[in-house]
Structures are given as C-alpha cells and as structure tokens.
C-alpha cells in the first residue's frame, strides 16, 4: 500500500512480487515529468485559471517545474514519444516542428545519444561524435545557447495565468529565473551593436 510517507507491506510477499515492485517505481520515477505535463496540459483545457492556480499551490510543485512539464507535454505529444528516451531527451526537440522531432528522437534512440550529446547535435544539425563532444567547451551551451534562452521566455509567454494572479513568492521565483537571461540579451544586443558598428566603418 502506497502512502504520503512510504510503501506498506501488509503481507508476506515473494521476491518475484518484491523485484516487480522495484521496477514499477524505476519506471514511475522516470516518467513522473510526463504526468505532470499531461495532467497539467489536461488542467489548462478543462478548468478556469483561478482553479488551477489554487491546484498549483496544493502540489508543492514549483512554477518552473510546471513550465516544462507542461511545454514537453503539450509539444510532444504521446504518439511521438519514445520509450527508450528520458523525458530530458524529449524536453530538448519539444521547440522543434513535428518531422524533426521525429528526426532527431530516432537518431537520439539510435546512436544512444545523452541529453548533452542530443542538444549538441541539433545545433550541429549532424549527430557529433565522441570526439567532437569532447572538445565542446562546458561553458558553451550557457553561452550559445540561444534555443534554451528562447525556450525559457516562451515557456513564461505562454502561461495562461495573469501576472495579477501570482503571489509573492512565485513573482519573486519568476524575477529571479528570469533575470540571468534578460541580462544574457542586454550583452547580446550589445555585442551586435558593437559588431554593426564596426561593419559599418
């Protein structure tokens, strides 16, 4: 029996029931982000925005979490989806149109490409190898990243709730996510104006 602070065992049960048990909690553990996505997904299109709000508070979810989940469940859709892939794998092609997702996921099921191997190759459009993954440098998908950054502002375009509708810790949350990647655009913005000045010389 499942409870809000543990597993009960009210019988004796046999190793095969025991190691089943294992693999169903393996199993949930990797696909609880998709049940938040489908639930909140189903939450959106069937329930006012005052209900939903009070729903997010009750789960202890964050609003980041919400975010994603939902963003991955509403652009992948169950149909596209691969079992043999975490839901990181899915998160990575969820801007992507539908013949590429489909592209990139059988590539990433395939040649059994890690989440960071998936994000490298897409921007490479070609699937990177072992070699060329390791001299990508660690700080390069924080500066180049700018289908993450594109991710991360659409993700909070295309809430549904009012800003009126947040409390103050969720609208502290909010500035703070937000903040690194508007100073990301400020130096970006910079840097080409920077750049159109010198082409223009």
Same mark, same amino acid.
């Given at each position: 029996?499942?409870?809000?602070?543990?597993?009960?065992?009210?019988?004796?049960? !046999?190793?095969?029931?025991?190691?089943?048990?294992?693999?169903?909690?393996?199993?949930?553990?990797?696909?609880?982000?998709?049940?938040?996505?489908?639930?909140?997904?189903?939450?959106?299109?069937?329930?006012?925005?005052?209900?939903?709000? +009070?729903?997010? #508070?009750?789960?202890?979810?964050?609003?980041?979490? &919400?975010?994603?989940?939902?963003?991955?469940?509403?652009?992948?859709?169950?149909?596209?989806? &691969?079992?043999?892939?975490? @839901? #990181?794998?899915?998160?990575?092609?969820? !801007?992507?149109?539908?013949?590429?997702?489909? $592209? @990139?996921?059988?590539?990433?099921?395939? %040649?059994?490409?890690?989440?960071?191997?998936?994000?490298?190759?897409?921007?490479?459009? $070609?699937?990177?190898?072992?070699?060329?993954?390791? +001299? &990508? !440098?660690?700080?390069?998908?924080?500066?180049? #990243?700018?289908?993450? &950054?594109?991710?991360?502002? $659409?993700?909070?375009?295309?809430?549904?709730?009012?800003?009126?509708?947040?409390?103050?810790?969720?609208?502290?949350?909010?500035?703070?996510?937000?903040?690194?990647?508007?100073?990301? %655009?400020?130096?970006?913005?910079?840097?080409?104006?920077?750049?159109?000045?010198?082409?223009?010389?």
């Amino acid at each position: 029996m499942v409870t809000p602070v543990g597993l009960v065992f009210p019988r004796r049960v !046999s190793f095969q029931q025991w190691d089943e048990i294992g693999q169903t909690l393996a199993k949930i553990d990797g696909v609880l982000m998709w049940f938040i996505g489908d639930w909140w997904v189903y939450g959106e299109n069937a329930f006012p925005n005052d209900k939903l709000a +009070t729903a997010a #508070s009750l789960t202890g979810f964050s609003y980041k979490t &919400l975010y994603q989940c939902n963003y991955v469940s509403r652009n992948v859709p169950f149909s596209r989806r &691969l079992e043999k892939l975490t @839901w #990181s794998h899915h998160l990575e092609v969820a !801007s992507l149109d539908a013949k590429e997702q489909d $592209r @990139w996921l059988a590539l990433a099921e395939k %040649h059994q490409l890690s989440t960071r191997a998936l994000r490298a190759s897409i921007r490479a459009d $070609r699937v990177l190898t072992e070699q060329e993954l390791a +001299t &990508l !440098s660690p700080k390069t998908p924080a500066i180049i #990243s700018l289908a993450g &950054l594109s991710l991360k502002f $659409r993700l909070f375009a295309e809430r549904n709730f009012h800003i009126e509708e947040l409390d103050m810790p969720a609208l502290e949350t909010a500035e703070r996510n937000l903040r690194p990647f508007v100073e990301a %655009h400020e130096k970006v913005e910079a840097r080409l104006k920077a750049m159109r000045h010198v082409g223009q010389g």
